[in-house]
């Protein structure tokens, strides 16, 4: 594996042996991290907004309320 930092990102090569599923899990939790790395929203924040989110997708499933 090499890692490369370069002004504007990070590249970094690996093995084509790589598990591919694997890969694209870690791949998601980085995504995960630099999409809320300057979120200040508290964990219970995040906790009723995934609460109403689940809500509104059993609603929008079974038509009713």
Do not use: F, W
């Amino acid at each position: 594996m090499i890692v490369e930092r370069t002004a504007s990102e990070v590249i970094v090569r690996l093995s084509p042996s790589v598990n591919v599923e694997e890969l694209q899990q870690v791949l998601n939790y980085l995504e995960y991290k630099e999409a809320t790395a300057e979120s200040e929203a508290t964990q219970d924040e995040v906790d009723v907004l995934v609460s109403e989110v689940k809500k509104a997708r059993q609603i929008s499933r079974h038509g009713t309320r």
